[in-house]
């Protein structure tokens, strides 16, 4: 199975900064898309930012202008920069490898998560 390595979670004081890591298993990574998801206690999982496999980005309105997400595909690693933290932003944060049907597979994981907790 493939595994996804999180880190760099914990707590910060509201407008500090923090940077999530995600660290990919397998020789896939190259060709997938990637993102970083986050839910709240009693709220949905919701995108956080993704990137495609050109590179090409995306982000919730919520975090644009403060969020950053990179990858670095010769380490099978993905990035998630987090710059003037809000306490809204505290949640869980995943990372998820794909989604993308590959055939005959379906690729989609996701790692366990990481805390991020922002304190007023």
């Known amino acids: 199975q493939v595994q996804l390595v999180e880190s760099g979670g914990g707590l910060v004081q509201a407008g500090g900064s923090l940077t999530l890591s995600c660290a990919a298993s397998g020789s896939i990574f190259s060709i997938l898309p990637m993102g970083w998801y986050r839910q709240a206690p009693g709220k949905q999982r919701e995108l956080v930012a993704d990137?495609?496999?050109?590179?090409?980005?995306n982000y919730a309105d919520s975090v644009k202008g403060r969020f950053a997400i990179s990858r670095e595909n010769a380490k099978n690693t993905v990035y998630l920069q987090m710059n003037s933290l809000k306490p809204e932003d505290t949640a869980v944060y995943y990372c998820r490898l794909g989604p993308k049907v590959l055939p005959p597979r379906s690729i989609d994981y996701w790692g366990q998560g990481t805390q991020v907790t922002v304190s007023s």
């Open positions: 990137i495609t496999s050109a590179g090409s980005t």
